[in-house]
């Protein structure tokens, strides 16, 4: 038996996970996520690792490897660290084991991994160094509209007429969205808009990694926006040689933290195997 | 483009605002145009071999000696742009691994055949027979051709123009450019084709180019009347389609050129201003030069923002991506390669930023303009690095503001209409207070 | 040498190529200058000029590659937009600035019309300094190419003896060459060293010790790399469990130091590059003998390495030099790095990555800006791309 | 008497100058632009007048000056108004609040929001006055900031006490404000100005005695009527106005003349606004001469300041002193605005100083800003820095040092109405319309 810890540091939130992987078997004993407004992120790092603990009703001795994913490769007391889209990947297939490629979307970068079916990482590709279309713009501009974000997805997806946001700036953009609410353009339409300019970019993502079947992964805090993953589904179907399903899980934003556990576990193992064993401090 | 209605020039006055007014040579291109693209895509029944090859430094009146057809990926984009499909191969092109960052011509070439490689008729483009990689001005065309080679797989052949790094032509360079059509080019050439060399058939396709360019430079110059009766921009660029294409060195573009001079001719003795999508151009208020490609996806937009403030462009760069003829040179069918390779050499964009700034402070002068405007683009290096400095030193050289907008030539995603009106606006309402102030001062 | 019995630590090495690379004023070369009366010091960029004809007109050829992270750029924004890469910008920066005022001329080799206007530029810009685009040809038979290469050589020879009062003899070309060649032979064999034990010659070491050879005298050069060889190879460091990638496109603009540091701390070990080509352009030494304009022009048709810049006559030879270069240093991956808006590499970059998926090397492809700031884009990238070879190789 | 309206519609603020025959500036009003630029403008005219009628108070109050501490009492007078008005405002806001609560998504909660809103606005209305004593420091001059940002306070304990989601709360204030601020503003000033006089008059025993003059006074000022004669718009959203050609200038224009008329002397003008930087280059009559402004990316605009307060949790006004206190600033390479937010962290967490990175982004953007200006020309005696950005003097002090760095000794004005130069120029335009000369060339 195996436990492992998985923690993701994220640039907005902070994930953690606990997995217990015995003869093959994943269980996931328990969980945790925050938000990172104004505290040091290594320090939060601590507080989900001792909560997803005590969630557990397990002590740090328990644990025999401890993974940091995302920005954690400081981490102290992490026992290894695994890159992002290699933990995606792995959660990904772990969220659904069909999944062939993984488009996590997070608060200012989008990836498209294509994978194959043990989770291993074929090619990939992440939005440029210009923020724009990144999900810090869309928590922006929800918040001027006056929108909480759980109902993005629900506004967006009754937009009928979507209203093109034709910058590619994220700033310029915002002034875009202003410029429409004064023209009285519904909030729906805005927003499904916006959905559509981003997933343009995110399927031009999967098909540069030369996703053309199979199910995608959405991963990610922007998996749980139905109005994005709708655009993503309504571009896609646009595109005459990308024959791909859509899938989003209720725990798609645990995606990196919960690859980071179950890669720390195999590695665990593996190096077990191997007589080189470092338990977690 | 085919459903709009079309009215000459006579009619324009009355014509209701939403039809696009045309005067008579540009219906006389459209059919050109037209007529080449039948040609060109039932190339697969009529058996005729098609070469694809670059416009600045096109040596279409080389290819018609091998009974060729001459297929140029830049005008395609050109009209991809303007049949406004363009945006969509772009980002074709991006999402089978091509960069953001690179010029969009290319990208638009290479995602129209990744679309089914349709031309402007709805038929299908035959693929090349040869890529004929004469280019001049832009390392950018030797990567596309490497690009479509790679697609293609057929013979490629390079003549490569050194730069006039120096501002000026040397023995050196002809030797090298002429040892290379010799050597290289024409024996590839014959190969492909199955038809022997005729320097005599070229001599006699060179005759007839320095014919009609005799005429375009005619037309180009008109506009140093006031009011100036054409466009040397937006107008300029439907002037210069049939000379920097496949036309130049055939007796259409002869007819053609003539034609078009007597029109421009006959409005310069009534002194009538340009004619416009919207017919004719009120009260010419500002005169113009400008620099750099134009935006093709909002072509008319772009132009409008012109002419609705009274402004006319009167002299070009762009107009000499092609050739640049307005100095003296013409081909020369006493001298039939070495022509070429002059040509080849002299194209706007293979000349050194001080000429470049040279010919537009020239312009200014001669063509008595209140000022420059560039429009840099964002896809060709070639044109846009150093225009800031040329833009200094124009205003430096002939003590006229200069203005910048940005845009694409068929990336309609770099084309912001509001911040180059804005730009366009404040240039304009700055010269009217120059202006003023300087009646003001008298 | 009798200094290789008694080698220096390597740290103190890396420390001098460090200094040359971080004074952005160009110290030591004005120092060479001033030390004797009439010296005279020629600069160039990217990607190949034919630095023995400089030599031989004993001025010291400098080697200007963009001003780096370190360099805060004031005026060279104000030339050029937002969509052109940063080097032209960097290198403005450092004419207006003033740090380069002692540089007597400069050389703006054919690598892309960036550059090639830039060469425009500073002929207005710097009125007064002898500046020269020098073109090279795409054509690589001796008798069209070769002939125009060798007026090209010949011009710039001329210009050169002008620039110093006294015309270059094919004496001293053919010493010249000689210390280039031998220059050149030190720098391969500190690549097969890295190739072979990467850990002892990490790749921001080797970057700073080929970098130190363009702006120091070609012997003085050839002296410390010699040192550092022999420290390197004395120096027992701890073996990483790295994988091993090849890097190109990073042929013109330089990315930061951080950016090859990062790299290796992510988990790869770089075996090969495409960073500062000048200095391995001619992949074996010149001919002495002979008639050395000649012998420099064979070299540059038919020894030297493909890049973007350089049109392929052949097709299936595109795209070969990168799978060699994996198979050379037993590379495990190929990546991409190409400076943002950088056209040459970004548009040769699917041809190449055509070329390796046939042949199923494993690729990754980012952009980068000499001033890049943030790492942690490229480290995750890298990361990944290592994660993946460590947790599927055969192990 | 006749006025002269100009008004600068910017992307984040909007900004109105108020001129009299004889060209002075009598008011001047500023507003944050918001979805709605015709309500944006209104509000902005109606400020200039607010303070248009300040100086007319303080015109007729001239001859008692003496009998009362001139400065102070209009200070007072001024304070009294503010606090009347944000009360007003958050009444509004406070109705809005509660009609948002009606939706369904709240109906499960329960009542429970409601009794906790009415709690937040209790506290809210309790603290106003402090806001406005004499000496307290704003975090900005908007309601939506002001308000906001005290709500957000009391709203997350209000929440904590009623083991309520902080969101939710949160939400409902999101939802609200923006209907708010399109509000064209309730009606009736010169009751507003009698209630805070009455106030005053109250609470401040050294001007009782003069009471009634004073009344007598200000009855006189309230009575002038103040004609919008001519008006020119100009700005960003000048375009989206209702504003006919002859009333529109383009900002560039208004930007040179304005700065013109605070320091006739400028021959380099920069301007930083919320997303676009503009140097510009004017002869000895205002006339420009040549402009350049940023291209298509807004990276290292005003607008970029916002986001780093935000990300901080701070008032755009806090950010200029904190980055004051150091004297090593962080090389920032990235001026993509929204990118600069996670460089911030990610510099924060390698353990450099807040106000070392901020000093770094507050250099960041003058570089960015200079390399406008040497595009447009370079810098030539004397230079004015106008925009919103020359109110934050870490920004201002790195543009001295990198001026006298680059262009030695150079007259640098900054007014403290910078942020009015481009209303200001707008309204002398609508001045010279007014008086015939339409192109606005000055005779
Ligand atoms: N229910 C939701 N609907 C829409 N967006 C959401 C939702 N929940 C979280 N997000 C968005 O997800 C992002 C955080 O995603 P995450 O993958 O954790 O990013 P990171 O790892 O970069 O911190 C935030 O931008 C947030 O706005
Ligand atoms: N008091 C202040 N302190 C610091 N910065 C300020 C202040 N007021 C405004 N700003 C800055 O000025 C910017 C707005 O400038 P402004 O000239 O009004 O722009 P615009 O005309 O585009 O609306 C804001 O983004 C902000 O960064
Ligand atoms: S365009 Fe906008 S989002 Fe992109 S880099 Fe510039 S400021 Fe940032
Ligand atoms: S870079 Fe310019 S000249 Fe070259 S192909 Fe592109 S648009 Fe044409
Ligand atoms: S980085 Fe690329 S585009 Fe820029 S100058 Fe160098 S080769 Fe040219």
């Known amino acids: 038996m195996t436990i492992a810890a998985g923690i993701d540091i994220g640039t907005s939130t902070i994930k953690a996970t606990l997995f217990k992987v015995e003869n093959g078997e994943e269980t996931w004993l328990s969980r945790y996520i925050m938000r990172i407004r104004q505290r040091d992120p290594l320090e939060l790092a601590r507080v989900a690792y001792d909560a997803v603990l005590a969630d557990a009703n397990m002590r740090p001795e328990d644990v025999d490897y401890v993974a940091t994913t995302g920005e954690g490769e400081s981490v102290p007391f992490h026992t290894g660290h695994f890159y992002s889209m290699t933990t995606h990947a792995r959660g990904a297939i772990y969220l659904n084991p069909d999944s062939r490629a993984a488009l996590d979307i997070g608060a200012l970068h989008g990836r498209a991994i294509l994978i194959d079916e043990r989770g291993k990482v074929l090619s990939y590709k992440m939005t440029s160094q210009c923020a724009s279309g990144s999900g810090q713009f869309l928590e922006n501009i929800a918040r001027y509209l006056g929108i909480a974000q759980e109902e993005i997805g629900s506004l967006s997806c009754q937009g009928e007429t979507p209203e093109v946001v034709s910058s590619i700036c994220a700033v310029l953009a915002e002034t875009d969205v202003i410029n429409m609410v004064s023209r009285g353009i519904s909030t729906p339409n805005i927003l499904k808009g916006i959905h559509l300019s981003m997933a343009a970019r995110l399927t031009k993502l999967l098909k540069s990694i030369g996703a053309r079947e199979g199910a995608v992964m959405v991963t990610g805090g922007l998996a749980l926006d139905s109005g994005l993953i709708a655009a993503i589904e309504e571009d896609l179907s646009h595109i005459k040689d990308m024959k791909i399903a859509v899938r989003s899980h209720d725990d798609s934003i645990y995606a990196g933290a919960i690859g980071a556990a179950l890669w720390g576990a195999f590695r665990f193992e593996k190096l077990a195997a191997a007589n080189r064993v470092s338990r977690a401090a | ?442 | 040498m009798a200094t290789s019995l008694n080698p220096q630590a390597t740290a103190d090495i890396v420390a001098r190529a460090n200094a040359l690379f971080e004074d952005l004023s160009f110290g030591t070369a004005r120092a060479w200058k001033e030390a004797v009366p009439g010296r005279k010091v020629v600069g160039y960029m990217p990607i190949y000029v034919p630095r023995e004809l400089i030599h031989a007109a004993d001025m010291l050829p400098l080697g200007i590659v963009g001003g780096g992270d370190q360099l805060e750029v004031i005026h060279g924004d104000a030339y050029y937009q937002s969509y052109i890469c940063r080097i032209p910008r960097s290198t403005i920066e450092l004419g207006v600035s003033g740090r380069l005022d002692f540089v007597d001329g400069m050389l703006f080799p054919s690598i892309c019309d960036v550059i090639r206007n830039l060469s425009g530029m500073w002929k207005l810009m710097f009125p007064k300094v002898y500046s020269r685009y020098f073109d090279v040809p795409q054509n690589y038979r001796d008798d069209i190419g070769g002939n125009f290469y060798i007026n090209e050589l010949a011009e710039l020879r001329h210009d050169l003896g002008e620039l110093r009062g006294k015309p270059i003899t094919d004496d001293e070309l053919r010493s010249s060459i000689a210390v280039y060649n031998d220059n050149r032979r030190l720098i391969r064999e500190l690549y097969a060293l890295r190739a072979e034990r990467p850990w002892q010659a990490p790749a921001a070491e080797v970057y700073l010790m080929v970098r130190a050879g363009l702006l120091l005298p070609v012997e003085e050069h050839s002296a410390l790399l010699r040192h550092y060889l022999a420290a390197a190879r004395a120096e027992e460091r701890p073996m990483r469990d790295n994988c091993r990638v090849v890097l190109t496109g990073m042929f013109c603009e330089q990315p930061p130091l951080n950016l090859i540091k990062s790299l290796e701390l992510s988990g790869c070990y770089v075996v090969d590059d495409d960073l500062l080509l000048v200095t391995r352009w001619l992949t074996g030494d010149v001919e002495i003998e002979g008639d050395p304009l000649r012998n420099l022009s064979s070299a540059f048709l038919h020894h030297s390495e493909s890049t973007a810049a350089k049109y392929e006559p052949n097709q299936k030879e595109k795209g070969q030099h990168l799978v060699r270069a994996v198979k050379r240093t037993a590379a495990e991956g190929v990546i991409f790095a190409a400076p943002s808006f950088c056209d040459p590499a970004l548009l040769e970059r699917p041809m190449l990555q055509h070329v390796l998926k046939e042949a199923g090397i494993p690729y990754i492809a980012f952009k980068y800006a000499e001033n890049s700031g943030q790492m942690q884009p490229i480290r995750e990238q890298a990361g990944t791309f290592a994660d993946s070879i460590k947790l599927w190789s055969a192990a | 008497m006749k006025t002269f309206v100009g008004i600068d519609l910017g992307s984040t603020t909007t900004k109105a100058v108020l001129l009299d025959e004889d060209r002075n500036p009598i008011g001047h009003g500023i507003t944050n632009s918001r979805s709605n630029y015709a309500t944006a403008a209104r509000v902005a005219s109606q400020e200039a007048r607010v303070d248009g009628q300040f100086t007319l108070f303080r015109r007729a109050l001239g001859d008692a000056n003496g009998v009362i501490e001139l400065d102070s009492f209009l200070g007072s007078l001024e304070r009294a108004f503010r606090l009347e008005q944000f009360l007003e405002q958050l009444d509004d806001l406070e109705q809005t609040c509660i009609g948002q609560i009606q939706g369904e998504r709240f109906a499960k909660v329960g009542s429970g929001v409601k009794s906790s809103l009415g709690e937040v606005f209790q506290r809210l209305r309790k603290e106003a006055p402090e806001l406005y004593a004499p000496g307290a420091k704003r975090k900005s001059d908007f309601f939506r900031d002001i308000a906001g940002s005290r709500y957000h306070n009391h709203a997350e304990e209000v929440a904590r006490e009623a083991g309520l989601p902080y969101d939710l709360l949160l939400n409902v204030y999101d939802k609200s404000i923006i209907e708010v601020e399109n509000r064209p503003p309730a009606g009736e000033l010169s009751e507003k100005f009698r209630r805070a006089l009455g106030r005053v008059l109250q609470s401040e025993p050294s001007v009782k005695s003069a009471a009634a003059d004073i009344q007598k006074m200000i009855e006189k000022a309230l009575a002038v009527e103040l004609e919008e004669t001519y008006l020119v718009g100009t700005g960003y959203g000048r375009v989206t106005l209702p504003f006919s050609k002859e009333h529109i200038r383009s900002e560039i224009l208004c930007h040179g003349l304005g700065a013109h008329l605070m320091y006739p002397k400028t021959r380099t003008v920069l301007d930083i606004g919320g997303q676009d930087t503009k140097g510009i280059q004017i002869d000895t009559a205002g006339i420009v001469e040549n402009f350049q402004m940023n291209d298509r990316c807004a990276a290292g605009c005003g607008r970029y300041l916002g986001y780093i307060a935000d990300e901080m949790n701070m008032g755009l006004h806090e950010l200029g002193p904190m980055a004051m206190q150091s004297d090593k600033p962080a090389r920032i390479n990235s001026t993509c605005t929204v990118f600069a937010g996670a460089e911030l962290r990610d510099r924060l967490s390698l353990g450099e100083k807040r106000e070392d990175i901020l000093a770094g982004l507050h250099r960041a953007i003058i570089l960015r800003a200079i390399s406008i200006i040497s595009r447009s020309g370079g810098i030539t005696n004397e230079f004015t820095f106008t925009g919103g950005v020359a109110k934050n003097e870490a920004a201002v002090r790195e543009l001295r040092k990198v001026i006298k760095e680059n262009y030695g000794d150079v007259v640098i004005n900054i007014n403290p109405d910078s942020i009015y130069t481009g209303a200001l120029g707008a309204a002398e335009f609508a001045r010279r319309a007014h008086f015939g000369q339409a192109d606005g060339s000055e005779q």
């Open chain 2, 1 to 442: 483009m085919t459903t709009v209605k079309v009215a000459t020039p006579k009619a324009a006055a009355r014509a209701p605002a939403k039809e696009v007014i045309k005067d008579a040579s540009m219906l006389k291109q459209k059919e050109m145009m037209a007529a080449h693209y039948d040609r060109l895509t039932s190339a697969p029944e009529t058996g005729a071999k098609v070469a694809a090859t670059f416009v600045p430094g096109n040596l279409n009146e080389l290819v018609m000696c091998f009974d060729l057809l001459n297929n140029l990926p830049e005008v395609n984009a050109i009209q991809n742009g303007l049949r406004r499909v363009s945006g969509s191969y772009v980002l074709e092109a991006e999402k089978i691994g091509h960069s953001e960052d690179v010029c969009t011509y290319v990208k638009s070439d290479i995602g129209m055949m990744a679309k089914g490689n349709i031309a402007p008729n709805g038929k299908k483009f035959p693929n090349p027979d040869v890529l004929l990689l004469s280019y001049t001005g832009c390392f950018t065309f030797m990567k596309w051709f490497e690009l479509l080679r790679e697609q293609y797989k057929c013979e490629t052949i390079m003549l490569h123009t050194p730069y006039m790094g120096d501002g000026k032509i040397t023995k050196g360079m002809i030797d090298y450019m002429v040892k290379q059509l010799r050597e290289e080019v024409i024996p590839t050439l014959e190969r492909v084709s199955g038809v022997k060399f005729d320097i005599d058939r070229l001599r006699e396709n060179l005759k007839r180019s320095s014919k009609a360019e005799d005429d375009l430079v005619r037309v180009l110059q008109s506009a140093k009347a006031k009011p100036s009766p054409i466009d040397a921009y937006f107008g300029g660029i439907y002037y210069i389609g049939p000379i920097f294409g496949a036309f130049r060195g055939t007796q259409d573009a002869i007819d053609y050129y003539r034609f078009l001079r007597e029109e421009v001719e006959d409005r310069l003795a009534k002194g009538q201003g340009p004619v416009t999508p919207d017919g004719d151009m009120g009260k010419e208020k500002y005169r113009l030069v400008v620099e750099g490609p134009p935006n093709y996806t909002s072509f008319r937009q772009f132009w409008k923002m012109f002419y609705d403030e009274g402004a006319v462009v009167v002299a070009s760069s762009y107009t000499k991506v092609g050739g640049v003829y307005d100095f003296g040179f013409r081909h020369d069918p006493s001298k039939p390669l070495e022509t070429l390779a002059e040509y080849c050499l002299g194209v706007y964009t293979n000349r050194s930023l001080p000429m470049r700034i040279d010919m537009l402070v020239n312009y200014i002068n001669e063509y008595e303009a209140d000022g420059l405007l560039i429009n840099s683009i964002k896809s060709c290096n070639s044109f846009s690095a150093g225009q800031l400095l040329m833009m200094r030193e124009v205003e430096k050289r002939t003590g006229k503001p200069a203005a910048f907008v940005e845009s694409d030539l068929v990336d309609p995603r770099y084309f912001s209409a509001a911040n180059i009106k804005n730009r366009l606006e404040s240039y304009f309402q700055m010269i009217d207070q120059k202006r003023s102030g300087a009646n003001a001062a008298a």
